[in-house]
C-alpha cells in the first residue's frame, strides 16, 4: 500500500487528471480496499488539531451524534464496526452520548484502530471497543478530565497540597489564599465529581465489552482505570502512552505490526486523511466505507 509520499504523488496525480475532488477520491479508494479485507463496517473519525491549532470545534462535542447517525444509516449493521480513530479529546459528556450511541447500533462489536493518537475522551473511546489495534506509533493518554483547560486531578491535587501545608504551617495560608482563590467555590466539588464520573463511565466500558467474558474482570478493570486516571503518575494531561504501556496496564491490545497487510492499509487510509486535513480547510471528518462523509470546514479570513 501507499506510504505518505506516495499518497501525495497519487493526489498530485489525480489533481494534474482534473478531478475536482482528488482528496475524496483517494481517501475512498483506500477505504474501500479495507472494507473488502476486513469485511467490516469501517467508520473514519478524525480531527485536525495537529494541522489548525487552536481552531474551535476540533474536539470531540454533540454534533458529532449527527455525524454517526449519517454514516451509519443504510449500513448493515450485522457486519460489526471498526472505527479508526485520531482525536485529541473533548467533551466527556459528548463522549458517553457517543459511545451508547455505537452501541446501540453494534453492541459491543466494536474494534478500535489508533492509527496515531487518541487522547482523554479518544481513549475513553478506545477502552469502548472489544480490542484496540495500535501500532509502534500509537498512543492512547490519560483519561483525567478537564476544565478550561486545567485537569480535574491537578486542581484537586492542589486542593489538597494546600490542606496539608496549611495544616503543618498555618502561617502558609496567606499565600495559599491567593492560589486557591483562583477558584470559584463549588469547583473542588465540581472536579471531583467529573473525575469519579469518568473513570465510572470507563470502567463499565470495559466490563460490558473489552472484558465481558473476562474472569476477575474487575481486577484487570480497575488497575486499568487507576493507571489511566493516575494524575501523580503522568504528570501531565498531554502524556502519550505507548502500545507497550497500554499492554502492561492490561488492556487488549492488537499489534498493527502482526499483520503487515492490515498496517499498511490503516497507515494509507491515516495518511490520505492527514493530507485532507493539511491541504484544505477541512477540520474534522466523519465518513464510512461507502464514502459517506460529514466534513466540517474551517471558514477563511478575507
Keep these: 500500500m501507499p506510504s ?3 499518497i501525495l504523488e497519487e493526489l498530485q496525480n489525480e489533481i494534474n487528471a ?7 477520491s483517494i481517501r475512498r479508494k483506500y477505504l474501500k480496499a479495507l472494507f473488502k479485507k476486513r469485511n467490516r463496517n ?3 473519525y478524525y480531527s485536525g488539531w495537529l494541522q489548525k491549532p487552536g481552531l474551535r470545534g476540533v474536539e470531540i462535542d454533540d454534533n458529532d451524534k449527527n455525524a454517526l447517525m449519517s454514516t451509519i444509516h443504510n449500513l448493515d449493521r450485522s457486519k460489526g464496526l471498526d472505527l479508526i480513530l485520531h482525536t485529541p479529546g473533548g467533551q466527556v459528556a459528548a463522549t458517553e452520548s457517543l459511545v451508547d450511541y455505537l452501541r446501540r447500533m453494534f453492541g459491543t462489536d466494536i474494534e478500535v484502530f489508533i492509527p496515531q493518537i487518541a487522547m482523554s475522551a479518544g481513549t475513553m473511546i478506545a477502552c469502548s471497543g472489544s480490542v484496540i489495534y495500535m501500532g509502534k506509533q500509537s498512543n492512547l493518554g490519560p483519561i483525567d478530565p478537564q476544565f478550561g483547560g486545567l485537569p480535574a486531578s491537578e486542581v484537586i491535587e492542589e486542593f489538597n497540597r494546600a490542606a ?3 495544616k503543618k504551617e498555618p502561617s502558609k495560608i496567606p499565600l495559599w489564599q491567593v492560589i486557591i482563590g483562583k477558584y470559584h467555590p463549588t469547583f473542588i466539588g465540581e472536579c471531583e465529581h467529573a473525575v469519579k464520573w469518568s473513570r465510572s463511565i470507563v470502567k463499565v466500558w470495559l466490563k460490558t465489552g473489552m472484558f465481558k467474558n473476562t474472569k476477575n474482570a474487575d481486577k484487570y478493570i480497575n488497575h486499568i482505570v487507576k493507571t489511566l486516571s493516575d494524575h501523580s503518575k503522568h504528570k501531565s494531561h498531554s502524556r502519550h502512552i505507548n502500545i507497550d504501556e497500554c499492554k502492561k496496564m492490561g488492556l487488549k491490545i492488537i ?4 499483520d503487515q497487510a492490515l498496517q499498511d492499509m490503516i497507515l494509507t487510509i491515516h495518511h490520505a486523511y ?3 486535513l493539511a491541504s484544505t480547510t477541512a477540520f474534522k471528518i466523519v465518513e464510512n466505507h461507502d464514502g ?5 470546514m474551517a471558514q477563511l479570513a478575507k
Excluded: R, Y
Excluded at 499489534?255 to 502482526?258: A, D, G, I, W
Excluded at 459517506?292 to 466540517?296: E, G, R, T
Design 274 to 276: 492527514i493530507h485532507t
Design 164 to 166: 496539608d501545608e496549611i
Design 255 to 258: 499489534e498493527l505490526e502482526s
Design 4 to 6: 505518505w509520499s506516495q
Design 18 to 24: 482534473g478531478n475536482k475532488a482528488p482528496f475524496d
Design 42 to 44: 469501517i467508520i473514519c
Design 292 to 296: 459517506v462523509a460529514m466534513v466540517q
